[in-house]
């Protein structure tokens, strides 16, 4: 799917309301996630069955540009970090899912969401002048890992 945006500002917003979105999904997904799991005697289960439901409603929207992107002569090396991106999703999709069957829901899932400090710890390593991180996004990014931290104490 091709987002035809003419504006750098109109480009950011687009952003924001995406990335609300995505916040909306992952906690909405993750509370009806530990209720099902505690119907499903196996977080494994629930977890292929709602990979394999999202991947199918992906390639609907998906499957023309896949095929377009891919016979473009996409290189291996792009290729093979998609794949990968993928394989690290499902381990982080299926590690929340089992955590969520020992702890509780409001525990498992701000310890889930610290991925910002990961992401930016592998950007710098991996990907260092691929964007700058700035002092502002460092301070955020702890702040949220100090919240959660403070989350997790009171809760357990």
Known sequence: MQLNIKTR??????GY????MSAIGYGTGTVVTKHVI???PNPILVSSISLIIGTAIISIFYIKNLIQDLSNETPIKELSNAIFAGISSALGVNSLFIGLKFVPVSVASPVANTFPLVTIIIMKIFYGKLEKISLETILGSLLIVSGIIIITIYTS
């Open 38 to 40: 505690n119907i499903f």
């Open 9 to 14: 500002q109109n480009k950011v917003i687009i």
């Open 17 to 20: 309301i995406l990335a609300f």
